[in-house]
Protein backbone atom coordinates (compact mmCIF):
# COMPACT_ATOMS: atom_id res chain seq x y z
CA UNK A 1 0.00 0.00 0.00
CA UNK A 2 1.27 3.41 -0.58
CA UNK A 3 2.33 5.56 2.19
CA UNK A 4 0.63 8.58 2.99
CA UNK A 5 1.77 11.36 1.80
CA UNK A 6 4.10 13.71 4.23
CA UNK A 7 3.27 17.68 4.27
CA UNK A 8 5.91 20.02 3.65
CA UNK A 9 6.07 21.17 7.45
CA UNK A 10 6.51 17.84 8.51
CA UNK A 11 9.27 16.74 6.43
CA UNK A 12 11.16 20.02 6.88
CA UNK A 13 10.70 19.40 10.13
CA UNK A 14 12.14 15.49 10.18
CA UNK A 15 14.67 16.40 7.88
CA UNK A 16 16.53 19.06 10.79
CA UNK A 17 18.69 17.02 11.71
CA UNK A 18 20.04 15.81 9.13
CA UNK A 19 20.49 19.33 7.77
CA UNK A 20 22.15 20.48 11.22
CA UNK A 21 25.07 17.56 10.78
CA UNK A 22 25.48 18.58 6.80
CA UNK A 23 26.25 21.85 7.60
CA UNK A 24 28.50 21.16 10.28
CA UNK A 25 30.20 19.11 7.83
CA UNK A 26 30.14 21.43 5.28
CA UNK A 27 31.67 24.67 7.52
CA UNK A 28 34.22 21.84 8.90
CA UNK A 29 34.62 21.55 5.09
CA UNK A 30 35.13 24.67 3.57
CA UNK A 31 37.67 26.57 3.22
CA UNK A 32 38.16 30.71 3.47
CA UNK A 33 39.27 32.44 0.22
CA UNK A 34 39.40 36.11 -0.45
CA UNK A 35 38.01 37.21 -4.56
CA UNK A 36 40.97 39.92 -4.23
CA UNK A 37 43.63 37.75 -4.47
CA UNK A 38 42.55 35.58 -8.00
CA UNK A 39 41.38 39.06 -9.77
CA UNK A 40 44.61 40.88 -11.81
CA UNK A 41 43.97 43.94 -10.72
CA UNK A 42 47.33 45.19 -12.03
CA UNK A 43 45.98 44.88 -15.61
CA UNK A 44 42.87 47.32 -14.59
CA UNK A 45 42.64 50.76 -15.36
CA UNK A 46 40.12 53.52 -15.07
CA UNK A 47 36.97 53.41 -17.65
CA UNK A 48 35.59 56.41 -19.12
CA UNK A 49 33.55 58.55 -17.22
CA UNK A 50 33.62 60.72 -13.86
CA UNK A 51 37.00 59.68 -13.89
CA UNK A 52 38.13 60.38 -17.73
CA UNK A 53 39.59 57.02 -18.80
CA UNK A 54 40.00 54.71 -21.27
CA UNK A 55 36.68 53.72 -23.32
CA UNK A 56 35.83 50.46 -23.26
CA UNK A 57 36.94 48.94 -26.89
CA UNK A 58 36.14 45.33 -28.35
CA UNK A 59 39.70 43.85 -28.63
CA UNK A 60 40.82 44.44 -25.61
CA UNK A 61 40.66 41.19 -24.28
CA UNK A 62 42.44 38.27 -25.37
CA UNK A 63 39.44 35.77 -24.23
CA UNK A 64 37.50 33.47 -26.85
CA UNK A 65 34.42 35.32 -27.15
CA UNK A 66 32.43 31.69 -26.45
CA UNK A 67 34.69 32.06 -22.78
CA UNK A 68 33.41 35.83 -22.39
CA UNK A 69 29.81 34.78 -23.30
CA UNK A 70 30.36 31.61 -20.31
CA UNK A 71 31.50 34.23 -17.74
CA UNK A 72 28.52 36.80 -18.76
CA UNK A 73 26.34 33.97 -18.22
CA UNK A 74 27.72 32.57 -15.20
CA UNK A 75 27.58 36.09 -13.32
CA UNK A 76 24.42 36.95 -14.44
CA UNK A 77 23.17 33.78 -12.99
CA UNK A 78 25.36 34.51 -9.43
CA UNK A 79 23.85 37.67 -9.73
CA UNK A 80 20.20 36.72 -8.77
CA UNK A 81 21.13 35.73 -5.99
CA UNK A 82 18.24 37.55 -3.98
CA UNK A 83 15.71 35.96 -6.08
CA UNK A 84 16.97 32.48 -5.68
CA UNK A 85 16.97 32.87 -1.62
CA UNK A 86 13.56 33.95 -1.27
CA UNK A 87 12.71 30.88 -3.23
CA UNK A 88 14.76 28.83 -1.10
CA UNK A 89 13.34 30.22 2.31
CA UNK A 90 9.85 29.88 0.56
CA UNK A 91 10.40 26.10 0.39
CA UNK A 92 11.88 25.52 3.49
CA UNK A 93 11.70 27.92 6.51
CA UNK A 94 14.62 30.68 7.94
CA UNK A 95 14.65 28.90 11.41
CA UNK A 96 17.00 26.77 12.82
CA UNK A 97 19.58 24.55 11.14
CA UNK A 98 17.49 25.06 7.71
CA UNK A 99 18.13 29.14 8.20
CA UNK A 100 21.77 28.81 8.90
CA UNK A 101 22.74 26.90 5.85
CA UNK A 102 20.63 29.29 3.71
CA UNK A 103 22.52 32.23 5.28
CA UNK A 104 26.14 30.55 4.77
CA UNK A 105 25.17 29.55 1.20
CA UNK A 106 23.89 32.80 0.24
CA UNK A 107 27.23 34.84 1.54
CA UNK A 108 28.95 31.74 -0.52
CA UNK A 109 27.04 32.26 -3.38
CA UNK A 110 27.87 36.31 -3.23
CA UNK A 111 31.58 36.48 -2.94
CA UNK A 112 31.06 34.58 -6.44
CA UNK A 113 29.46 37.43 -7.90
CA UNK A 114 31.86 40.02 -6.77
CA UNK A 115 34.90 37.81 -7.91
CA UNK A 116 33.71 36.97 -11.54
CA UNK A 117 32.59 40.74 -12.19
CA UNK A 118 36.01 42.42 -10.46
CA UNK A 119 37.64 39.78 -13.01
CA UNK A 120 35.69 40.79 -15.82
CA UNK A 121 36.23 44.57 -15.50
CA UNK A 122 40.11 44.20 -14.52
CA UNK A 123 40.65 42.64 -17.54
CA UNK A 124 38.08 44.41 -19.84
CA UNK A 125 36.83 41.41 -21.10
CA UNK A 126 33.21 42.55 -21.46
CA UNK A 127 31.81 45.95 -22.00
CA UNK A 128 30.73 47.38 -18.73
CA UNK A 129 28.17 49.16 -19.54
CA UNK A 130 26.63 46.15 -21.29
CA UNK A 131 27.26 43.89 -18.27
CA UNK A 132 25.54 46.62 -15.67
CA UNK A 133 22.07 47.15 -17.96
CA UNK A 134 22.11 43.21 -18.43
CA UNK A 135 22.57 42.72 -13.84
CA UNK A 136 19.71 45.53 -13.75
CA UNK A 137 17.72 43.61 -16.19
CA UNK A 138 18.25 40.27 -14.60
CA UNK A 139 18.00 41.17 -10.48
CA UNK A 140 15.04 43.12 -11.97
CA UNK A 141 13.17 40.16 -13.74
CA UNK A 142 14.13 38.04 -10.29
CA UNK A 143 13.53 34.52 -10.60
CA UNK A 144 10.48 32.20 -10.76
CA UNK A 145 11.08 29.01 -8.87
CA UNK A 146 10.23 26.09 -11.18
CA UNK A 147 9.96 24.24 -7.33
CA UNK A 148 6.55 24.10 -5.78
CA UNK A 149 7.71 22.45 -2.28
CA UNK A 150 10.53 21.32 -0.07
CA UNK A 151 11.24 18.32 -1.96
CA UNK A 152 11.01 20.07 -5.79
CA UNK A 153 13.12 22.61 -4.16
CA UNK A 154 15.84 20.43 -2.69
CA UNK A 155 15.76 18.54 -5.83
CA UNK A 156 16.34 21.83 -8.50
CA UNK A 157 19.27 22.98 -6.78
CA UNK A 158 20.60 19.82 -6.39
CA UNK A 159 20.79 19.49 -10.10
CA UNK A 160 21.06 23.15 -10.22
CA UNK A 161 24.62 23.01 -8.50
CA UNK A 162 26.07 20.41 -9.96
CA UNK A 163 25.19 22.16 -13.40
CA UNK A 164 26.84 25.27 -12.38
CA UNK A 165 30.15 23.69 -11.12
CA UNK A 166 30.25 22.06 -14.23
CA UNK A 167 29.98 25.12 -16.21
CA UNK A 168 32.42 27.29 -13.94
CA UNK A 169 34.70 24.71 -14.05
CA UNK A 170 34.62 24.23 -18.01
CA UNK A 171 34.65 28.26 -18.52
CA UNK A 172 37.90 28.11 -16.81
CA UNK A 173 39.73 25.49 -18.81
CA UNK A 174 38.09 27.34 -21.87
CA UNK A 175 39.09 30.40 -21.37
CA UNK A 176 42.73 30.14 -21.98
CA UNK A 177 43.42 32.04 -19.51
CA UNK A 178 45.66 30.57 -15.88
CA UNK A 179 44.26 33.27 -14.00
CA UNK A 180 40.39 33.14 -15.24
CA UNK A 181 40.78 29.22 -14.81
CA UNK A 182 42.54 29.95 -11.32
CA UNK A 183 39.39 31.81 -10.07
CA UNK A 184 36.63 29.41 -12.07
CA UNK A 185 38.30 26.59 -10.19
CA UNK A 186 38.07 28.17 -6.92
CA UNK A 187 34.15 29.22 -7.34
CA UNK A 188 33.48 25.42 -8.32
CA UNK A 189 35.22 24.13 -5.20
CA UNK A 190 32.23 25.69 -3.35
CA UNK A 191 29.83 24.67 -6.15
CA UNK A 192 30.49 21.23 -5.67
CA UNK A 193 30.14 21.58 -1.69
CA UNK A 194 26.67 23.23 -2.07
CA UNK A 195 25.89 20.50 -4.40
CA UNK A 196 27.06 17.62 -1.91
CA UNK A 197 25.23 19.27 0.92
CA UNK A 198 21.90 19.69 -0.77
CA UNK A 199 22.42 15.68 -3.03
CA UNK A 200 22.75 14.82 0.46
CA UNK A 201 19.47 16.06 2.41
CA UNK A 202 17.89 14.67 -1.13
CA UNK A 203 19.53 11.56 0.13
CA UNK A 204 17.97 11.75 3.45
CA UNK A 205 14.30 12.74 1.99
CA UNK A 206 14.65 9.63 -0.14
CA UNK A 207 14.68 7.57 2.88
CA UNK A 208 12.12 9.35 4.63
CA UNK A 209 9.36 10.01 1.67
CA UNK A 210 10.45 7.57 -1.54
CA UNK A 211 7.64 8.04 -3.52
CA UNK A 212 7.21 11.82 -2.96
CA UNK A 213 11.34 12.21 -3.45
CA UNK A 214 11.33 9.97 -6.61
CA UNK A 215 8.65 11.97 -8.25
CA UNK A 216 10.14 15.18 -7.18
CA UNK A 217 13.50 14.61 -8.58
CA UNK A 218 11.93 12.80 -11.86
CA UNK A 219 9.60 16.50 -12.35
CA UNK A 220 13.27 18.55 -11.83
CA UNK A 221 14.94 16.20 -14.13
CA UNK A 222 12.52 16.21 -16.77
CA UNK A 223 11.39 20.70 -16.35
CA UNK A 224 15.03 21.33 -15.53
CA UNK A 225 16.76 24.51 -17.13
CA UNK A 226 19.17 27.11 -15.66
CA UNK A 227 18.43 29.69 -13.38
CA UNK A 228 19.61 32.13 -15.88
CA UNK A 229 17.20 31.29 -18.52
CA UNK A 230 15.21 34.36 -18.13
CA UNK A 231 18.22 36.72 -18.94
CA UNK A 232 19.05 38.96 -21.58
CA UNK A 233 20.34 37.09 -24.09
CA UNK A 234 20.36 34.00 -22.58
CA UNK A 235 19.52 31.75 -25.87
CA UNK A 236 21.79 33.03 -28.11
CA UNK A 237 24.57 33.34 -25.30
CA UNK A 238 23.75 29.50 -24.31
CA UNK A 239 23.66 28.13 -27.78
CA UNK A 240 27.28 29.72 -28.73
CA UNK A 241 28.73 28.35 -25.14
CA UNK A 242 27.46 24.74 -26.31
CA UNK A 243 28.68 24.83 -29.62
CA UNK A 244 31.91 25.66 -27.61
CA UNK A 245 31.66 22.96 -25.74
CA UNK A 246 31.68 24.59 -22.73
CA UNK A 247 28.42 23.26 -21.36
CA UNK A 248 26.10 21.42 -23.70
CA UNK A 249 23.32 18.51 -24.20
CA UNK A 250 26.21 15.79 -24.15
CA UNK A 251 27.45 17.41 -20.48
CA UNK A 252 24.23 17.80 -19.19
CA UNK A 253 23.55 13.92 -19.66
CA UNK A 254 26.99 12.71 -19.15
CA UNK A 255 28.16 14.67 -16.48
CA UNK A 256 25.54 16.10 -14.80
CA UNK A 257 21.89 13.67 -14.59
CA UNK A 258 23.85 10.13 -14.63
CA UNK A 259 26.31 10.52 -12.29
CA UNK A 260 23.84 12.46 -9.81
CA UNK A 261 20.88 9.36 -10.32
CA UNK A 262 23.58 7.10 -9.89
CA UNK A 263 24.97 9.20 -6.55
CA UNK A 264 21.33 8.78 -5.34
CA UNK A 265 21.26 4.52 -6.24
CA UNK A 266 17.21 5.90 -7.84
CA UNK A 267 17.22 2.85 -10.17
CA UNK A 268 17.87 0.81 -7.14
CA UNK A 269 15.51 2.15 -4.48
CA UNK A 270 13.01 -0.09 -2.75
CA UNK A 271 10.32 0.66 -0.78
CA UNK A 272 8.08 2.52 -3.81
CA UNK A 273 4.64 2.85 -4.37
CA UNK A 274 3.02 3.06 -7.79
CA UNK A 275 3.84 6.69 -8.35
CA UNK A 276 7.41 6.69 -7.12
CA UNK A 277 7.33 3.40 -10.04
CA UNK A 278 5.79 5.24 -12.47
CA UNK A 279 7.77 8.12 -11.64
CA UNK A 280 11.26 6.25 -12.18
CA UNK A 281 9.61 4.49 -15.24
CA UNK A 282 9.26 8.44 -16.52
CA UNK A 283 12.88 9.18 -15.79
CA UNK A 284 14.31 6.29 -17.05
CA UNK A 285 12.35 7.03 -20.50
CA UNK A 286 13.22 10.46 -20.27
CA UNK A 287 16.90 9.98 -19.93
CA UNK A 288 16.98 7.83 -23.27
CA UNK A 289 15.30 10.78 -25.11
CA UNK A 290 18.19 12.66 -23.67
CA UNK A 291 21.04 10.62 -24.43
CA UNK A 292 19.61 10.59 -28.18
CA UNK A 293 19.06 14.53 -28.73
CA UNK A 294 22.80 14.91 -27.02
CA UNK A 295 24.05 12.37 -29.38
CA UNK A 296 22.33 14.33 -32.31
CA UNK A 297 24.00 17.42 -30.93
CA UNK A 298 27.15 16.13 -30.73
CA UNK A 299 26.78 14.75 -34.89
CA UNK A 300 25.89 18.08 -35.97
CA UNK A 301 28.41 19.86 -34.18
CA UNK A 302 30.84 17.65 -36.01
CA UNK A 303 29.45 18.40 -39.20
CA UNK A 304 29.54 22.36 -38.97
CA UNK A 305 33.08 22.19 -37.79
CA UNK A 306 33.75 19.62 -40.41
CA UNK A 307 31.87 22.24 -43.19
CA UNK A 308 34.00 25.36 -42.08
CA UNK A 309 37.42 23.57 -42.16
CA UNK A 310 36.10 22.67 -45.86
CA UNK A 311 34.87 26.25 -46.05
CA UNK A 312 38.96 27.11 -45.11
CA UNK A 313 40.35 25.09 -47.67
CA UNK A 314 38.23 26.76 -50.64
CA UNK A 315 35.72 23.50 -50.19
CA UNK A 316 32.82 25.06 -51.64
CA UNK A 317 30.38 22.03 -50.67
CA UNK A 318 27.08 22.91 -48.96
CA UNK A 319 27.79 22.89 -45.09
CA UNK A 320 24.91 21.46 -42.83
CA UNK A 321 22.87 23.54 -40.61
CA UNK A 322 24.41 25.62 -37.41
CA UNK A 323 23.56 22.81 -34.71
CA UNK A 324 21.45 24.34 -31.81
CA UNK A 325 21.29 23.59 -28.53
CA UNK A 326 18.09 20.92 -27.53
Known sequence: MEKL?????????????????????????????????????????????PLDGEPWREGQSRLDPAARSALVVNLLTEDNLPGYYHALAVNSTRDGAWGEWLNRWTAEEDRHASAIRSYLHATRAVDPVSLERARMAQVSTGFESPAAGCLSGIAYVTLQELATRISHRNTGRFSGDPVCEGLMTRIAQDENLHMVFYRDVLRAALELAPDQALMAV????????????????????????????????????????????????????????????????????????????????????????????????????????????T
Open 5 to 49: KRDDAGLIVELEPEVSRLLDRHVAAAREWFPHQYVPWSMGRDFDG
Open 218 to 325: EESVRSFRMPGHAMPGFASMAAQIAIAGVYDPRIHHDDVLVPLLRSLRIFDLERLGPRGEQARDSLAAHLERLEARAGLFVERRAQALAARQRRGRGDRTPAPATPVT
